[in-house]
């Protein structure tokens, strides 16, 4: 049970300053309060949820929040101003066991989305009243696999009537992975405008546009709000050799992929190297770490057994590299743009195959954007692309005692709400106007892509030191060095 606090004079947490006014009972978090960076504050707005995942609002302000196992819950705030948010009404909108990840709304929102393993399903959606039609009709099915269950849906706000979903591997066969047919480690793109009732479901092996494959597990999809552009986060794969040789604690790195765009003048089956790599190339995230791997460097494409038909060339050569690569076993989760595209946000959820990575991972961080172009501001070799937003006080007590965000969304004030499945919370964030952006940094330097390590502005710098921040947590001001845990990756 989610107790309560009451803190005269700040909301929940600030980072360098606290908030204006009194926000009355605070939610408690059932772990030790998260620190934020400098520039932002947060609130614990919400508990006692089942494993929440994706989240979205509706057109009348509620959030609807994919509970995995149980269904799809509502939630009406009372909006005090900045963090200061309370919970005054709450019901479960679906009650289907199935859900267990995926959630949009159509362009008009009357109609909501959600995903099961094995289909994408739709009801029609009040949005003022609250409910939604007692039976859902099945829009697209046939994707069930027993490892990768999480089928994430966006619907295209540039291309409307456009449903993409994103579907895993299958990591018990992974080489099905590198046929088209399969339909496993995709994106793909479904027309449903003016879809009856009456029609058959699309077949996803089958049906749609295939916006990219070879992609392992690709949960987090995002469109860019100005140019349109489909951007995924990339969940690599564990446990990797290489000629033989263990590199798993530091490769392959996860990726930030870039698929293109959805209007007419881009036919999304034009190019055949539509094809990300999976299951046999990776990228490099720490090429020292890489036998045989002379000329790899970070985002490069390596092949994981090199022969007379795979080789770190072909994989160069015949794959998509990533946009940008961030540190092995992260686990992004979800991708979100601010309304303006100069920044996107990403969730970490974390793995639990690295003790180290834990301790260093920011679990919600963020990336500069060219607005106009839509392009990440830090070049593809980059080290330091991501900055802090907020992470938890003690990341050696990951993943059993600690939140590990999931899903995000962005209210028409421009806050971020972010879930945290393994502690059944939902948090908002506010940049306060003060240092807005934490700078990210690598423990070994992380170099600008020349290799010069000098701070250039757009998240690369050469510090060895990773946070420090002034923060108040539940009132009391404490200073948090985690910096001194760090080591050499």
């Given at each position: 049970?989610?107790?309560?606090?009451?803190?005269?004079?700040?909301?929940?947490?600030?980072?360098?300053?606290?908030?204006?006014?009194?926000?009355?009972?605070?939610?408690?978090?059932?772990?030790?309060?998260p620190?934020?960076?400098?520039g932002?504050?947060?609130?614990?707005?919400?508990?006692?949820?089942?494993?929440?995942?994706?989240?979205?609002f509706?057109?009348?302000?509620?959030?609807?929040?994919?509970?995995?196992?149980?269904?799809?819950?509502?939630?009406?705030?009372?909006?005090?101003?900045?963090?200061?948010?309370?919970?005054?009404?709450s019901?479960?909108?679906?009650?289907?066991?199935?859900l267990n990840?995926?959630?949009?709304?159509s362009?008009?929102?009357?109609?909501?989305?959600?995903?099961?393993?094995?289909?994408?399903?739709?009801?029609?959606?009040?949005?003022?009243?609250?409910?939604?039609?007692?039976?859902?009709?099945?829009?697209?099915?046939?994707?069930?696999?027993?490892?990768l269950?999480?089928?994430?849906?966006?619907i295209?706000?540039?291309?409307?009537?456009?449903?993409?979903?994103?579907?895993?591997?299958?990591?018990?066969?992974?080489?099905?992975?590198?046929?088209?047919?399969?339909?496993?480690?995709?994106?793909?793109?479904?027309?449903?405008t003016?879809?009856?009732?009456?029609?058959?479901?699309?077949?996803?092996?089958?049906d749609?546009?295939?916006?990219?494959?070879g992609?392992?597990?690709?949960?987090?999809?995002?469109?860019?709000?100005?140019t349109?552009?489909?951007?995924a986060?990339e969940?690599?794969?564990?446990?990797?050799?290489?000629?033989?040789?263990?590199?798993?604690?530091?490769?392959?790195?996860?990726?930030?992929?870039?698929?293109?765009?959805?209007d007419?003048?881009?036919?999304?089956?034009?190019?055949?190297?539509?094809?990300?790599?999976?299951?046999?190339?990776?990228a490099?995230?720490?090429?020292?770490?890489?036998?045989?791997?002379?000329?790899?460097?970070?985002?490069?494409?390596?092949?994981?057994?090199?022969?007379?038909?795979?080789?770190?060339?072909?994989?160069?050569?015949?794959?998509?590299a990533?946009?940008l690569?961030?540190?092995?076993?992260?686990?992004?989760?979800?991708?979100?743009f601010s309304?303006?595209?100069?920044?996107?946000?990403?969730?970490?959820?974390?793995?639990?195959?690295?003790f180290?990575?834990n301790?260093?991972?920011?679990?919600?961080a963020?990336?500069?954007?060219?607005?106009?172009?839509?392009?990440?501001?830090?070049?593809?070799?980059?080290r330091?692309?991501?900055?802090?937003?907020?992470?938890?006080?003690?990341?050696?007590?990951?993943?059993?005692?600690?939140?590990?965000?999931?899903?995000?969304?962005?209210?028409?004030?421009?806050?971020?709400?972010?879930?945290?499945?393994?502690t059944?919370?939902?948090?908002?964030?506010?940049?306060?106007?003060?240092?807005s952006?934490?700078?990210?940094?690598?423990?070994?330097?992380?170099?600008?892509?020349?290799?010069s390590?000098?701070?250039?502005?757009n998240?690369?710098?050469?510090?060895?030191?990773?946070?420090?921040?002034?923060?108040?947590?539940?009132?009391?001001?404490?200073?948090v060095?985690?910096?001194?845990w760090?080591?050499?990756?």
């Amino acid at each position: 049970m989610v107790k309560k606090a009451v803190l005269a004079g700040a909301c929940l947490y600030t980072a360098g300053a606290l908030a204006q006014g009194t926000c009355g009972d605070i939610l408690v978090p059932r772990n030790p309060a998260p620190v934020v960076a400098n520039g932002w504050q947060a609130q614990l707005v919400a508990g006692g949820l089942t494993k929440p995942r994706s989240i979205q609002f509706d057109e009348a302000g509620a959030l609807l929040v994919v509970e995995s196992g149980k269904g799809i819950s509502r939630h009406r705030f009372t909006d005090n101003g900045g963090t200061c948010l309370h919970a005054n009404h709450s019901h479960m909108l679906v009650e289907l066991q199935g859900l267990n990840h995926g959630l949009a709304l159509s362009n008009e929102g009357d109609i909501l989305y959600a995903s099961t393993a094995e289909s994408v399903l739709a009801w029609s959606y009040n949005a003022r009243g609250g409910a939604v039609t007692l039976q859902p009709r099945t829009l697209v099915a046939n994707m069930s696999n027993n490892d990768l269950v999480t089928r994430t849906l966006l619907i295209s706000e540039k291309v409307q009537g456009k449903l993409i979903v994103s579907r895993g591997s299958a990591e018990a066969n992974r080489d099905r992975a590198a046929v088209l047919s399969s339909g496993l480690s995709q994106i793909r793109v479904f027309d449903i405008t003016n879809r009856s009732d009456s029609e058959s479901p699309y077949n996803f092996n089958t049906d749609g546009d295939v916006l990219g494959w070879g992609l392992r597990n690709s949960v987090g999809v995002a469109e860019h709000p100005r140019t349109g552009g489909i951007y995924a986060v990339e969940n690599s794969v564990d446990g990797v050799t290489r000629n033989g040789q263990d590199i798993r604690e530091n490769n392959p790195g996860e990726e930030l992929n870039f698929f293109g765009y959805l209007d007419e003048t881009v036919n999304v089956n034009a190019s055949a190297n539509n094809n990300y790599g999976y299951p046999h190339c990776f990228a490099v995230w720490d090429p020292s770490e890489i036998p045989d791997g002379d000329g790899l460097g970070v985002g490069k494409q390596f092949a994981v057994e090199e022969n007379s038909s795979l080789t770190d060339e072909t994989c160069e050569s015949d794959y998509v590299a990533p946009r940008l690569t961030f540190p092995a076993h992260y686990a992004p989760i979800d991708l979100k743009f601010s309304t303006g595209g100069e920044t996107g946000y990403i969730t970490f959820r974390g793995s639990c195959r690295s003790f180290l990575h834990n301790i260093l991972l920011v679990p919600v961080a963020s990336i500069a954007f060219n607005a106009a172009t839509g392009e990440p501001v830090a070049s593809a070799d980059s080290r330091g692309a991501l900055r802090d937003i907020i992470t938890n006080v003690d990341n050696t007590q990951c993943p059993d005692k600690c939140f590990r965000p999931v899903g995000l969304a962005i209210d028409s004030k421009g806050r971020i709400w972010f879930s945290s499945d393994s502690t059944g919370e939902i948090y908002v964030l506010q940049r306060t106007g003060e240092n807005s952006e934490g700078k990210f940094v690598l423990p070994e330097g992380g170099q600008n892509g020349d290799g010069s390590g000098t701070n250039n502005g757009n998240g690369d710098s050469a510090a060895s030191t990773v946070f420090g921040w002034e923060t108040r947590v539940l009132g009391w001001t404490a200073l948090v060095g985690l910096g001194a845990w760090l080591m050499a990756v």
